[in-house]
């Protein structure tokens, strides 16, 4: 009856139960608030305090959004379905696994994370649609390139991954290697890699219809028309896409010298307006265009936030963490289990692998020791507890990331289309993977 094993089965059910991710999310914090001895009043004003954790990612999700609009509106969406259909036509394996690998290098060699996806993944819907590719596939491997580099490859965000796993490991008296981390993911890493052969190739590979929608997929393109008086025909490239590309090309340069979304998707709205792809007197569509696109993702992403100060406030994290100890005993499988389950809750809960490791090294660690796992079994352990609920989690941008994209036209479902897929293949091929790592390693 822990506070946060019941708020993330509350949520869970909830989100299953289609009932709306933010309603579902305020209804959790209630469960996890009361239960815990605060009042309603209390649960509240913690909640709402806590909004601003992820006020950055929402507000970069947002100009992203409004960036996208921009990049649809100039007809050069057209031009890149028109290149990629005749060399991806019946190959519908080889596209998703190249899905896979574009979503890979947003995390180490371009660490530009989620902000690839609302720009490229919308106008490539068309000919997803054409190919009768199953979007949840589409959803798998999206998420697997978001979320199994991190684990492996130390660099870029992976390398911000296993530098908390170092650190909070030497913090709590285990000494560990940098260099040694990815070995000690090996493991979990490759079960994921099997649970995205599984989708790819078993789960999702039967033919799914969906609705065609207007080019662009809404995104009103009649006013490139008004920017530079071209209309939706192909006619070549013009100045709109010039500017376009060159406005795609200092967001990612932005993002890579600052480290920082905001200021890379700024950016490149402003390199439009300034060399004149969009003009001025349209940034009010502009801006309704976006909100509408990611409004919905930025506002969960708040909610989350506050859901997870929640959660923290009670202190009943820590309270499941710290009796996961009155449970195991001197047994390393029993030990190993508890673990894997522990971290599923908390990070479904938190919705962020990278805030759970310092919660979960600081009993886990000393509790690895005392049952005589290895560092590099501990290492795999505290790893792959942190990372087993990011994916499936409502609240994470590994599946917000996603649906962001694949739901422009509103043909898929953050939950069922989205959350249950990416649990199914990866989280429990993971929990297996962290106990196989931590029994032979």
Not at 201 to 207: E, F, H, V
Not at 248 to 276: E, H, M, N, P
Not at 314 to 339: E, F, P, Q
Not at 402 to 426: A, E, K, M, R
Request: proline share 4%; net charge neutral; hydrophobic share 55%.
């Amino acid at each position: 009856m822990n506070p946060v094993v019941v708020s993330v089965v509350v949520l869970a059910a909830l989100s299953l139960a289609r009932v709306n991710v933010i309603v579902a999310l305020l209804i959790a914090a209630l469960v996890a608030g009361l239960m815990s001895g605060l009042s309603i009043e209390d649960t509240m004003s913690t909640l709402v305090g806590g909004l601003g954790g992820q006020g950055e990612t929402a507000l970069s999700y947002i100009l992203l959004g409004i960036l996208s609009v921009m990049v649809a509106r100039s007809g050069i969406t057209e031009k890149l379905i028109r290149w990629i259909l005749p060399r991806i036509q019946g190959k519908r394996a080889m596209t998703l696994f190249g899905i896979a690998g574009l979503a890979c290098l947003s995390q180490n060699l371009v660490p530009v994370h989620i902000a690839f996806i609302p720009i490229l993944i919308p106008p490539l819907l068309t000919v997803f649609n054409r190919m009768k590719i199953d979007r949840r596939a589409v959803a798998t491997a999206l998420t697997f390139g978001l979320k199994a580099p991190y684990m492996l490859i130390p660099l870029g965000f992976g390398l911000i991954f296993q530098n908390i796993i170092v650190g909070e490991m030497d913090a709590h008296g285990m000494e560990i290697e940098l260099a040694q981390v990815p070995l000690a993911m090996a493991i979990p890493v490759a079960t994921m890699v099997v649970g995205l052969v599984i989708s790819i190739l078993l789960t999702y590979r039967r033919p799914r219809e969906y609705r065609d929608t207007a080019p662009g997929l809404g995104l009103a393109t009649a006013g490139a028309a008004d920017a530079q008086g071209t209309s939706g025909t192909d006619t070549g490239w013009t100045r709109q896409h010039i500017v376009v590309l060159i406005a795609l090309a200092v967001t990612l340069v932005l993002q890579l010298v600052f480290g920082s979304l905001v200021i890379a998707a700024l950016g490149g709205v402003l390199i439009i307006f300034l060399f004149r792809g969009e003009r001025w007197r349209a940034s009010d569509e502009l801006a309704h265009g976006g909100v509408t696109m990611m409004g919905t993702i930025a506002f969960i992403m708040l909610v989350a936030s506050g859901y997870a100060s929640v959660l923290t406030e009670t202190g009943a994290v820590d309270s499941l963490v710290s009796s996961a100890a009155g449970w195991i005993g001197d047994s390393r499988l029993l030990a190993a289990v508890v673990m894997m389950m522990v971290g599923m809750l908390v990070t479904l809960g938190i919705g962020s692998s990278f805030g759970t490791i310092p919660i979960l090294a600081a009993i886990f660690v000393p509790l690895c020791a005392a049952v005589g796992f290895t560092p590099l079994a501990t290492a795999a352990l505290v790893g792959a507890a942190g990372a087993i609920g990011d994916a499936g989690s409502p609240a994470s941008d590994s599946t917000l990331g996603p649906t962001s994209g694949l739901n422009v036209d509103g043909q898929h479902h953050h939950i069922w289309d989205t959350c249950v897929p990416t649990f199914v293949h990866f989280n429990i091929p993971l929990f297996f993977g962290g106990i196989i790592a931590a029994m032979v390693l």
